[in-house]
């Protein structure tokens, strides 16, 4: 079992950077990768960067390559997702989640996710 808590998100202007940390509870965190996912007021769940274990493989949505980073430090429990360059289409609640597969983008396969946090970009 893998409890997650986001925190770090909030309002920024446009062009600014914000990151969010995910936090997760258990001895196994080291084992998952993690995953970073946004949903827009009435939208669907998307996609926005993975890591795999080891952080040794990333993957991440078009629209945020280039802007978005996402790491990991196994001995702190903690996955981050740095934003920089932020843009109000990056609006959402971000939820971390994790995996027992390898890299996957499909929601589905997601094991556990945290609560979401809200991070709101204003033009």
């Known amino acids: 079992q893998v409890q997650l808590v986001e925190s770090g998100g909030g309002l920024v202007q446009a062009g600014g950077s914000l990151r969010l940390s995910c936090a997760a509870s258990?001895?196994?965190?080291?084992?998952?990768?993690m995953g970073w996912f946004r949903q827009a007021p009435g939208k669907e769940r998307q996609f926005v960067a993975a890591?795999?274990?080891?952080?040794?493989?990333?993957n991440y949505a078009g629209s945020v390559k280039g802007r978005f980073t996402i790491s990991r430090d196994n001995a702190k429990n903690t996955v981050y997702l740095q934003m920089n360059s932020l843009k109000p289409e990056d609006t959402g609640v971000y939820y971390c989640?994790?995996?027992?597969?390898?890299?996957?983008?499909?929601?589905?396969?997601?094991?556990?996710w945290g609560q979401g946090n809200q991070v709101t970009v204003s033009s």
């Open positions: 989640a994790a995996t027992t597969n390898t890299i996957v983008i499909m929601s589905t396969f997601y094991n556990y």
């Open positions: 258990g001895r196994t965190f080291s084992t998952y990768a």
């Open positions: 890591i795999s274990w080891s952080a040794g493989s990333t």
